[in-house]
């Protein structure tokens, strides 16, 4: 019995790396990712219906299936107001593409109707019927925990508005920026006649909208401003909201909301709402009602007939992203259950398919690095006593979170109607979350909830509660396998648990202190230090060339490239302290270290298409995944040891240029 144990264990060590996922074409010294990764890449040409797709996202296509094997199998039968009634009709709306097509546009029309009959005294209300659940003309509102107390919710208002999702699409003049603004004004153009406009109409309607949404753009804060809580905590009571804009009609908007009483009020982003403010006093009747009505068929046309559908698909996946094959019928039908009541899917899913041993395997690891990362702060050169007391206090307060909730979301309250249309359905969904949500304004911030659904395959870190979540999703090969050797599970996972405890300590989490309040808990000098080595960190990825002439945003990317710079730090140094860790054994011709950070590199292996490549430098505060190999481990002088990288190689950094943060 002990010979077939040991068997397979050294099966699934040598499986861990896989020596087909690399390029021996390529030595580690001249360009280690894909020295890594060359060969998962080649193996893995990119499908047409992915703008990106990597060992992350054929982890999620793993999850995606479980789901859909639970899902399927459901039946037809289940009672009415059941959980499995519920997702199987919601599934089973988005499959039904013969109805959907018969339907065309009617299940919007109404809705259309109402907007194009609106008068500016309702403007206000209808704004915030749009916030509860179908999209964010003009801005956009949320209840949070407040970030000077962390126990209390309060409503946040938001900029909003653009459809292109980022200030940058409307402004920049590059050739590739252009091409997707073009798109996007044929777009709305062709939602307007697929509804029934003229083609003229749909013209000056498509005018109108992208006025509106390049008026906001020019006022938006950019994405490296958002970074700062400072410019984004500008607390102020209701009597102030209504007097510094008052063409809001600020009572109307509350109680759409259903929003009874409320005296303060957060405003991230005041220019924004400024701007809104004249925009109710200036802009045309008109002008408002066409941006209403795009807002709403934009929100609905993935759920709507194939007209629709493409046309969404043909914007924002095709000319944003480089896609070019709409994904089966089955996954967005799949994705919307999974989604909009996540947690019932969910507990189906961690029925099935977590193993306890996991979430106790898992613990283990977050002990090991927990302890590791607090040698590390202990340890600092440019921290002082002081602080690092605080940080500590800080890192033993983390609320750990792994697999699934001890607690599961109540969906009683939800109807799924199979009589009615897909879009109905997902409407009420979409209502029924964004109403919970508001609901949350009255309570405590509820510290058991979370804000992951179990089957997700990622992770995170929420200052305002100090509590890193690690869902079940992620929890499995080649993340996390049970029986992986340790170089390989702390270089993957381990990096992973890393990043999300560093996250704590990054440019935004070091705002925070150990309950979650948005409290300066640093000395001024430490402050300068951090800051100091955090734009040295950031120059490194702004270095980078993304595609064309375009460089990486390394300011952008700021938190999550110190995460990732911690989690490997922090992670080796837990991975040192185990057997195979403190000894030299190759398994499969790799020592434990090369076996380490081969294991991280591999998780970020992906194909990727030049479009999606510029449009995440634009929104996607991570890096990309050449960059988040290539350039976090050229400050760790234990990849320089591990593979003998020597100066004169591509990879080597010299030392006075490397960083150490954590």
């Known amino acids: 019995m002990a010979l077939v144990a040991m068997t ?27 020295y890594a990764c060359g060969g998962w890449m080649l193996n893995n040409p990119l499908d047409p219906q992915y703008a990106r797709f990597g060992t992350f996202d054929q982890l999620a296509e793993n999850s995606r299936n479980q789901v859909k094997d639970i899902i399927t199998n459901l039946g037809n039968k289940n009672p009415r107001g059941s ?48 916030h509860k659940g179908i999209s964010d003309p003009f801005f956009n509102s949320a209840v949070m925990a407040d970030m000077k107390s962390s126990n209390d919710n309060m409503l946040y208002l938001m900029q909003g508005g653009l459809g292109m999702g ?104 005041p220019k924004s709402i400024a701007k809104v403010n004249e925009m109710m006093k200036t802009l045309k009747e008109q002008d408002i009602k066409d941006y209403f009505v795009f807002k709403y068929i934009d929100a609905a046309s993935p759920y709507l007939s194939d007209a629709f559908a493409d046309a969404n698909f043909d914007m924002y996946s095709r000319a944003m992203s480089g896609k070019q094959v709409k994904m089966p019928r089955w996954k967005h039908s799949l994705d919307v259950p999974n989604t909009m009541l996540g947690e019932a899917v969910g507990q189906l899913y961690v029925e099935k398919y977590f193993p306890a041993d996991s979430k106790k395997k898992m613990q283990q690891l977050v002990d090991n690095l927990k302890k590791a990362l607090g040698e590390h702060i202990a340890t600092l050169s440019w921290m002082s006593p002081k602080t690092k007391v605080n940080a500590l206090v800080k890192l033993n307060s983390f609320t750990v979170k792994i697999g699934y909730p001890d607690k599961w979301r109540d969906y009683s309250g939800l109807d799924i109607d199979p009589t009615k249309s897909y879009w109905e359905n997902v409407l009420n969904a979409r209502r029924f979350q ?86 300066d808990w640093w000395t001024a000098d430490d402050a300068a230090k951090f800051q100091e080595l955090a734009n040295k960190l950031g120059a490194q990825y702004s270095a980078e060339i993304v595609a064309d002439d375009v460089h990486a945003n390394g300011n952008f990317t700021m938190g999550e490239n110190i995460a990732d710079h911690g989690g490997l730090r922090v992670a080796y140094s837990a991975f040192k302290k185990t057997e195979q860790g403190k000894g030299n054994e190759l398994i499969d011709g790799f020592t434990p270290d090369q076996r380490f950070f081969l294991s ?63």
């Open 8 to 34: 397979s264990v050294a099966g699934n060590l040598e499986r861990a790396v896989d020596r087909s996922n690399l390029d021996p074409t390529t030595s580690p010294g001249q360009n280690f990712y894909q």
């Open 434 to 519: 964004a109403q919970y949500e508001y609901n949350q304004l009255d309570k405590p911030v509820d510290k058991e909830r979370w804000y992951m659904t179990p089957q997700t395959v990622n992770a995170y870190y929420e200052p305002s509660s100090n509590e890193i979540c690690f869902p079940a999703g992620i929890l499995q090969s080649p993340y996390f396998n049970p029986d992986a050797d340790e170089a390989s599970n702390y270089g993957a996972i381990g990096v992973v648990i890393g990043h999300e405890m560093t996250h704590g300590f990054d440019d935004q989490g070091r705002n925070f202190d150990h309950n979650g309040n948005m409290v």
């Open 166 to 269: 980022d200030r940058d699409y409307y402004l920049d003049k590059d050739p590739n920026t252009t091409k997707v603004r073009n798109a996007y004004v044929n777009y709305i153009q062709q939602l307007f006649k697929l509804v029934g406009y003229k083609k003229a109409d749909a013209q000056k309607a498509s005018q109108r909208v992208m006025a509106i949404e390049t008026a906001l753009a020019q006022v938006a804060m950019t994405r490296e401003d958002s970074r700062d809580y400072s410019k984004l905590y500008n607390v102020t009571t209701i009597a102030q909201l209504k007097a510094d804009y008052p063409n809001i009609n600020w009572d109307q908007y509350f109680n759409t909301l259903g929003i009874k009483s409320i005296d303060k009020i957060c405003v991230f982003q």
């Open 600 to 662: 991280y590199a591999n998780v970020w292996a992906a194909n990727i298409t030049k479009e999606e490549m510029l449009r995440r430098t634009k929104v996607d505060p991570h890096s990309l995944g050449i960059n988040r190999v290539n350039v976090a481990i050229r400050n760790l002088e234990e990849f320089f040891n591990a593979f003998d990288i020597q100066p004169g190689m591509n990879m080597w950094r010299d030392p006075a240029d490397r960083v150490i943060i954590w």
């Open 83 to 130: 959980i499995k009634q519920k997702v199987g009709d919601l599934y089973a709306l988005g499959m039904d593409s013969v109805r959907l097509n018969q339907e065309g546009m009617a299940p919007v029309q109404d809705g259309i109707k109402r907007y194009q009959s609106l008068t500016r005294k309702d403007f206000s209300g209808i704004i915030a019927d749009f």
